[in-house]
């Protein structure tokens, strides 16, 4: 399969630096991640995560951008979810969907990859419901069935968003919330290439070198009206717009990626809460 939406556990790689101290983290401090030099081969495969599900899973469960910022923002954006059923769209391995069920929530998720939700079953146990479900395809679960749906930085994995957000629109009750994620538009444009049409929906490749082996990633950008255009067509409502700080605890834990951070912040992906209209 050359493309696996619907996989990445609230995780995924940095983008390309920006100048300034609102940039993300420097490749250099994320040396896995490295990029496409060329373009990718017709046949060439790409976001195959059965391929290093292990590695991918060990890397994320402490990183940065993930255990300390993308996870954090998630949780703290969904608020009190005591009681409420939640949907994990690209749940990965399963991390936030432990942390939601840590406060409360009654929680499911799906994936595209049967290795990624193996280890979601071994995090979570049998009694969570995990299916195997492709984001822009149908999902299996019935109308009305969610409080909210999160999906965190899954969505910039396909470059159409029309069925994607039908389908989350469709499992959630009305007045249900989806609560996500994606790659922020301006460090995007900032990271591409010279003379690359910020106004363009485009395609970005990287690759991720874990367990000793190079993998293909690859992602739409789109601008933000682009982002915002398709929420408010899909019939949500946009409740917030975040570009959050990096959860408690992060300054101590990477004292290096803040030594010229003075205000503790940068810009790496874009949140968002929704509102099923």
Same mark, same amino acid.
């Given at each position: 399969?050359?493309?696996?939406?619907?996989?990445?556990?609230? &995780?995924?790689?940095?983008?390309?630096?920006?100048?300034?101290?609102?940039?993300?983290?420097?490749?250099?401090?994320?040396?896995?991640?490295?990029?496409?030099?060329?373009?990718?081969?017709?046949?060439?495969?790409?976001?195959?995560?059965?391929?290093?599900?292990?590695?991918?899973?060990?890397?994320?469960? #402490?990183?940065?951008?993930?255990?300390?910022?993308?996870?954090?923002?998630?949780?703290?954006?969904?608020?009190?979810?005591?009681?409420?059923?939640?949907?994990?769209?690209?749940?990965?391995?399963?991390?936030?969907?432990?942390?939601?069920?840590?406060?409360?929530? *009654?929680?499911?998720?799906?994936?595209?990859?049967?290795?990624?939700?193996? @280890?979601?079953?071994?995090?979570?146990?049998?009694?969570? *419901?995990?299916?195997?479900?492709?984001?822009?395809?149908?999902?299996?679960?019935?109308?009305?069935?969610?409080?909210?749906?999160?999906?965190?930085?899954?969505?910039?994995?396909?470059?159409?968003? #029309?069925?994607?957000?039908?389908?989350?629109?469709?499992? @959630?009750?009305?007045?249900?919330?989806?609560?996500?994620?994606?790659?922020?538009?301006?460090?995007?444009? !900032?990271?591409?290439?010279?003379?690359?049409?910020?106004?363009?929906?485009?395609? #970005?490749?990287?690759?991720?070198?874990?367990?000793? &082996?190079?993998?293909?990633?690859?992602?739409?950008?789109?601008?933000?009206?682009?982002?915002?255009?398709?929420?408010?067509?899909?019939?949500?409502?946009?409740?917030?717009?975040?570009?959050?700080?990096?959860?408690?605890?992060?300054?101590?834990?990477?004292?290096?990626?803040?030594?010229?951070?003075?205000?503790?912040?940068?810009?790496?992906? !874009?949140?968002?809460? @929704?509102?099923? #209209?």
């Amino acid at each position: 399969m050359s493309n696996r939406p619907g996989t990445t556990g609230g &995780t995924a790689a940095p983008e390309s630096p920006a100048e300034g101290a609102d940039a993300p983290p420097d490749r250099g401090e994320e040396s896995w991640v490295s990029p496409v030099e060329a373009p990718p081969g017709p046949g060439e495969r790409a976001n195959d995560y059965d391929s290093f599900a292990e590695a991918y899973a060990a890397e994320n469960e #402490t990183s940065l951008l993930n255990a300390y910022y993308a996870r954090p923002a998630i949780v703290d954006l969904a608020g009190d979810v005591a009681g409420r059923r939640i949907l994990d769209a690209g749940c990965g391995d399963g991390p936030l969907a432990e942390a939601l069920r840590e406060r409360g929530a *009654v929680v499911a998720g799906f994936d595209s990859s049967a290795g990624m939700l193996a @280890l979601a079953r071994r995090r979570l146990g049998d009694d969570v *419901v995990l299916e195997r479900a492709e984001l822009g395809g149908p999902l299996p679960f019935p109308d009305a069935g969610f409080d909210d749906v999160v999906a965190s930085l899954v969505l910039h994995y396909l470059e159409d968003w #029309t069925t994607a957000l039908a389908e989350l629109r469709r499992v @959630l009750r009305p007045g249900g919330r989806l609560i996500g994620s994606v790659h922020h538009p301006f460090v995007s444009h !900032l990271s591409a290439p010279p003379g690359t049409d910020y106004f363009a929906t485009r395609p #970005t490749s990287q690759w991720w070198e874990l367990g000793g &082996t190079k993998h293909l990633m690859t992602f739409w950008d789109r601008p933000l009206h682009a982002i915002t255009d398709a929420f408010t067509a899909a019939g949500f409502r946009i409740d917030v717009i975040s570009e959050p700080a990096p959860g408690p605890g992060t300054r101590e834990r990477f004292p290096e990626v803040f030594a010229q951070r003075e205000s503790g912040r940068f810009l790496c992906f !874009l949140f968002f809460v @929704l509102t099923k #209209t």
